[in-house]
């Protein structure tokens, strides 16, 4: 089989390798799509010393099962499957209190064990969730995503009658604004400094969205909600737009961490204003359990996967997708690789 291994930073090679056997528990799947996320782009630029190579990355994965190996039910080949990267320990006090995603001795598909970006992979069948079998492969790279966006959406809390705004207008911001929109909320604004990315955002029910550039940004938002924004929810992992946007936050409102911030960044805030207006600052990390549920939303039509996936890529050009998913911002949104192309 082909597989795109990452070496080192900036060297990935497609490799001829066997196709892995299952061992007992595990099944063999034939990836159907996956996707390119910002955590590959940023191993492959050695920004995040997250991966162990040799290591196929790619944890967006969209597959149907090859081959069962021993001990496993409920599953068949054929079926059309999402895979849950994140392998746990089981034993931690944070799995043992269900918060999984936080692990004490994580291991990643993609990260550590070896990902979507080739033709075969395995993986635990406890980690896979099943996905009608006409439901695209395009749709089913989105599943994990989702169920990170759906674990930031429960930690918000969500009150009818209150406002929103999105910060970026990425694969994750356009997921957050198809969730919010089908919530009772007043408005769900949306900030982006890319065209084609906040034309996608108002296309897909933004009441307004802004030029994260313009520098009367401030005054904009505040000419929507006088009294600040209800809740504010970063998709940028910019720490210049989270310091940014703190301020606009209403009295009593809530500010989400949710993109993923370079680690030595760090921003200025004023612990008397987070007091004098109550603030609450939160974070969302990974999805815990909640992959089933992002599947049920996507089976049945909730989000508009074909204005988020943008462009198919084959193996061959996987490097070529990393180069798009840093200078291509204004023509792709969602990229995602073909092994079998």
């Not at 790619?58 to 409920?74: A, P, R």
């Not at 931690?92 to 995603?101: A, D, S």
């Not at 009441?207 to 009367?216: L, S, T």
């Not at 008397?272 to 049920?296: G, H, N, V, W």
């Amino acid at each position: 089989m082909k597989a795109a291994i990452f070496l080192d930073k900036n060297k990935i090679e497609i490799q001829d390798r066997k196709v892995p056997v299952p061992k007992a528990g595990e099944v063999l799947i034939r990836t159907g799509l996956c996707g390119i996320c910002g955590t590959d782009v940023h191993i492959y630029n050695g920004e995040l010393c997250v991966a162990k190579p040799p290591v196929t990355l790619g944890h967006e994965i969209s597959g149907d099962i090859d081959t069962i190996g021993q001990g496993v039910k409920g599953f068949t080949a054929g079926d059309r499957v999402a895979v849950n990267p994140l392998l746990t320990c089981g034993q931690c006090e944070f799995c043992r209190r269900g918060l999984m995603n936080l692990c004490e001795d994580p291991v990643v598909i993609g990260y550590i064990h070896h990902g979507g970006f080739a033709n075969y992979l395995v993986a635990p069948a406890t980690h896979l969730h099943l996905l009608p079998k006409t439901l695209s492969h395009e749709t089913g790279i989105l599943v994990e995503t989702l169920a990170c966006v759906l674990n930031g959406y429960d930690r918000l809390r969500l009150q009818g009658g209150h406002s929103a705004l999105i910060l970026g207008a990425g694969t994750v911001g356009l997921l957050w604004n198809q969730l919010l929109k089908k919530s009772p909320l007043t408005q769900v604004l949306q900030t982006e400094k890319v065209l084609f990315r906040r034309n996608k955002a108002k296309a897909l029910g933004a009441d307004a969205v802004f030029d994260a550039n313009d520098p009367e940004l401030s005054k904009r938002i505040f000419e929507r909600c006088p009294e600040g924004v209800d809740y504010i929810i970063d998709a940028t992992g910019d720490a210049a737009a989270v310091e940014q946007a703190i301020p606009w936050v209403r009295k009593g409102g809530t500010f989400m961490i949710f993109g993923v911030c370079n680690e030595k960044e760090t921003i200025r805030i004023s612990p008397f204003e987070i007091y004098q207006r109550q603030m609450t600052i939160i974070a969302s990390k990974m999805p815990p359990q909640t992959l089933d549920r992002a599947a049920k939303i996507l089976a049945f039509g909730h989000i508009e996967v074909d204005e988020i996936v943008s462009s198919v890529l084959p193996l061959r050009d996987i490097e070529s997708g990393f180069q798009r998913f840093i200078h291509g911002k204004g023509k792709d949104i969602k990229i995602a690789i073909d092994p079998w192309a």
